[in-house]
């Protein structure tokens, strides 16, 4: 098996640490407000890498973190009149019922900063003892990153490039311009913890690390997250965390592309900014989880209204071919299950993973039509095996395809018009048959009648 690493740039062999066993960090949301696409994309992809890690064997601890204090939090609960912990505590629970909508299972820990103050206490003081670090005239405590040799390794470029390409805030009282707080000294009106510096409060970067090693050990296998976070964030982790332990830290990064909007950068100020909620509104969850695992995650993710249109339709033809089977549960996988098993072993390749999902939807379909319904569902049953290790194809079909997808008829009165059509079709009353045809294809329910039967869905 193979993992692209974004350390080495290249796909390393993945061997874990310890034989059968992986560790996995993600750097998590920033609770000040609701996910949007990018966040359902870092979910939904390392979710798909636990989950296959976790069938091909190995005994995953999946841990991501929570950001609940940083100086977006700040402002937007004094925005709001709000205390910290009523905001953080509502985009938690809203960040839950997301990422349950979208078929993530929860992490097997999920660390809040704010209760890992005194871990990071600790790193600070080690980080202070191997003169990583400095406290400042402004009561700051800063990294010295000129004190961390092998700084840039990660983004791949030299500290002199770093200094003179990388936006840095400025601040007197550092040493160095790229030099970055690890501890923020009380403010008036900010929440603010006691150390040995005096009151405050930890920056956002030494979080991750006293929180990832303090779960998972010093050295551990995978750390994720978004490709926004390479530099500086994840360069600044591998800084702090080998000061501190003086072992190595991780060792493979991965990082998902980023997310585009009809092929422009998903911004704010463009306004083609959407939350999962919003998008929820139109697109079944399912359908938004089978539109971000068709890109290979290292790809850049174009969302569109008609990319996610058709993987509502991909995702339809698939319920479709499966529905009114009764899927076995396979004894073994066959050729299909090795493809799909090669195809991911080579860096979580999706798009080859969906090819051959494809190729089981087509010999259903073909079983079907030859009337071998024993083949059908032997088939289905091998689809529904491989798509569900992607979270995939694990609803009832029916339910999906007569599903609320969309406004309009309730399900009973679908039904019931459907009673109406029968009794004119009884009658041989063919006008009234058509017309009832007609007027629920034009609320998108279309009716496929076979063997004696009228199925629907909406389209």
Not at 90 to 101: C, G, K, L, Q, V
Not at 328 to 339: K, Q, S, T, V, Y
Not at 343 to 369: K, Q
Request: net charge negative; aromatic share 8%.
């Amino acid at each position: 098996m193979q993992i692209y690493n974004s350390l080495t740039a290249n796909k390393d062999e993945f061997v874990p640490i310890d034989p059968g066993k992986v560790r996995m960090y993600v750097c998590g949301m920033t609770v000040y407000d609701y996910c949007h696409l990018g966040h359902a994309r870092v979910l939904v992809v390392f979710d798909m890498v636990a989950r296959y890690l976790r069938a091909r064997g190995f005994d995953v601890t999946y841990v991501r973190n929570v950001t609940d204090i940083d100086d977006k939090i700040i402002q937007r609960a004094n925005e709001n009149q709000e205390s910290l912990t009523s905001l953080t505590t509502r985009f938690i629970e809203a960040m839950h019922e997301d990422a349950a909508a979208l078929g993530v299972l929860p992490p097997d820990a999920e660390p809040l900063a704010t209760e890992h103050i005194d871990e990071i206490v600790v790193m600070i003081e080690a980080l202070m003892a191997g003169d990583h670090a400095y406290r400042a005239e402004n009561g700051d405590v800063y990294y010295s990153v000129r004190s961390f040799p092998g700084y840039g390794r990660l983004s791949g470029r030299a500290l002199e490039d770093l200094r003179a390409g990388a936006r840095v805030e400025v601040d007197d009282a550092k040493v160095e311009p790229l030099d970055f707080a690890l501890w923020k000294a009380a403010k008036p009106g900010e929440p603010a913890w006691d150390s040995p510096w005096g009151p405050g409060r930890p920056g956002w970067h030494i979080e991750c690390s006293a929180m990832s090693t303090g779960a998972l050990g010093n050295h551990f296998d995978i750390h994720g997250g978004g490709q926004d976070l390479r530099f500086p964030h994840h360069e600044n982790e591998i800084a702090q965390s080998e000061g501190a332990t003086g072992e190595p830290f991780v060792n493979i990064w991965m990082h998902n592309g980023f997310v585009r909007v009809n092929e422009e950068k998903m911004s704010k100020s463009l306004g083609n900014f959407f939350t999962i909620r919003e998008i929820l509104v139109h697109y079944s969850p399912e359908v938004v989880r089978y539109f971000i695992l068709t890109s290979h995650y290292r790809s850049p993710l174009n969302y569109g209204e008609d990319s996610l249109e058709h993987a509502k339709a991909a995702l339809t033809s698939f319920y479709i071919a499966l529905n009114d089977l009764d899927p076995a549960r396979p004894e073994a996988l066959g050729e299909h299950g090795d493809r799909f098993f090669t195809a991911m072993d080579d860096d979580f390749n999706t798009p080859e993973a969906f090819a051959v999902l494809a190729e089981l939807r087509h010999d259903i379909n073909r079983a079907r039509e030859a009337g071998d319904v024993d083949a059908a569902n032997r088939l289905a049953g091998i689809l529904r095996e491989l798509a569900g290790i992607l979270g995939l194809l694990q609803a009832d079909p029916a339910a999906f395809l007569q599903g609320g997808e969309v406004p309009g008829l309730s399900t009973a009165e679908v039904e019931a018009l459907i009673a109406e059509r029968e009794r004119a079709r009884s009658k041989k009353d063919w006008t009234t048959a058509d017309r009832i045809r007609d007027q629920l294809k034009a609320d998108g329910i279309l009716l496929e009648d076979a063997g004696g039967a009228t199925a629907w869905r909406r389209g």
